[in-house]
């Protein structure tokens, strides 16, 4: 179809424009003079910057792909000598077993079903994170938590459109100055699925969000003669994540495999700090691209699955001290997940534990619950 293949060229273009973005250069860093006496935030941008945007993308991601697993598509397959269906319905593989297709054969012509049908899903994740930063001189640690609602729209069994809202808050223990982050807000992501053919698919997902942070930090460390600094400012983050996705099954084997790209940029407002004065408005980016692979084995109405996530981070904002030992400020890493997922009748449920490998300084351990209904 020319409408079809006109499209499938739009989004390679758009792909590749968007990696040929990620290959420029620059380097942008923080210098900081005496971490003891910074900010919280000079320190912790350079990593919560995406260990608190990105889980909102993964979130929808996760969420198509279960979408994409449970649409039925009216696909005929051979098994052996027996003709079956792959309805999608509550199965989740592209031959979980050899179901005869009585009623799919009675609907189609030539083999492909005559029909597809529009689904409305209602859908709530809630996540956990924690976080370390185990460097001794920008030490930190505390935890992350999401609750993310959304509401879309399959037609045709081809094309999503969605919209999700979140509430995110995150704690920070600030060890390197004896004091603490806090930091809460609302976001909002419309998103957008295209089913390219049986086993590729592309998605695209934005949002923005509205933050506030109060931080505070203690100078000295003499009951008698410390200082306590407190602060606090508004913030907004947005991103912009990308995905091709090819699916396939191998008996009751189901492989996913993607590239995708993710950018995120965080404007925080000025503010007066105590001890050095006004701290202007500032703004950071992250740039991001990832391949990912999942193998996942299916059980009737149930797959256990593992996944693994390569992502490198692009020209990242590091944070530097003015003398003595460095931070590692790794630009690359591995996300790790095991879960399950269950395919009930109008129901899917998702849940996975992820740790993050490969990073000197930073760990982070999350585990993440999905519901979604089909109405």
């Given at each position: 179809m020319p409408i079809k293949a006109a499209l499938q060229n739009s989004l390679k273009t758009l792909l590749g424009l968007l990696l040929l973005q990620l290959s420029s250069s620059a380097l942008a860093f923080t210098l900081v003079t005496l971490p003891e006496l910074t900010p919280s935030n000079a320190i912790t941008d350079s990593t919560t910057l995406n260990t608190q945007i990105q889980p909102v993308a993964n979130v929808i991601r996760a969420h198509l792909n279960g979408t994409r697993r449970t649409q039925k598509t009216g696909r005929i397959a051979q098994h052996d000598n027996v003709l079956a269906a792959n309805s999608y319905v509550n199965r989740i593989s592209d031959l979980d077993y050899a179901t005869f297709a009585y009623n799919d054969l009675a609907s189609t012509s030539g083999g492909v079903s005559s029909g597809s049908s529009d689904t409305n899903s209602l859908w709530i994740n809630s996540s956990f994170s924690s976080l370390k930063n185990t460097f001794s001189r920008t030490r930190f640690d505390g935890d992350i938590q999401m609750i993310m609602a959304g509401y879309d729209r399959t037609v045709s069994d081809q094309y999503t459109l969605?919209?999700?809202l979140g509430y995110q808050t995150s704690t920070l223990i600030t060890r390197f100055n004896t004091g603490d982050e806090k930091t809460k807000g609302f976001n909002i992501s419309p998103y957008f699925a295209y089913l390219l053919s049986d086993t590729w698919s592309f998605d695209l997902s934005l949002g923005h969000g509205k933050f506030s942070t109060t931080q505070s930090?203690?100078?000295?460390?003499?009951?008698?003669?410390?200082?306590?600094?407190?602060?606090?400012?508004a913030s907004t983050r947005s991103f912009l994540a990308t995905n091709l996705t090819n699916v396939s099954a191998m008996g009751n084997w189901n492989l996913t495999g993607s590239v995708g790209i993710f950018a995120a940029k965080l404007k925080q407002d000025g503010f007066v700090d105590g001890l050095i004065g006004t701290v202007p408005d500032s703004s950071k980016s992250v740039k991001q691209w990832n391949l990912a692979g999942e193998a996942a084995y299916s059980h009737r109405d149930s797959e256990s699955y593992v996944g693994v996530v390569y992502e490198k981070v692009k020209d990242p904002e590091i944070v530097q001290l003015s003398a003595g030992e460095q931070p590692s400020n790794d630009p690359s890493s591995f996300l790790l997940t095991a879960g399950w997922r269950h395919f009930g009748k109008d129901l899917t449920a998702n849940f996975v534990f992820s740790s993050r490998l490969g990073q000197d300084n930073v760990t982070d351990n999350g585990f993440s619950t999905t519901i979604r209904i089909d109405l």
């Open positions: 969605g919209v999700a930090r203690t100078i000295g460390n003499v009951p008698v003669t410390s200082l306590t600094i407190n602060n606090d400012f």
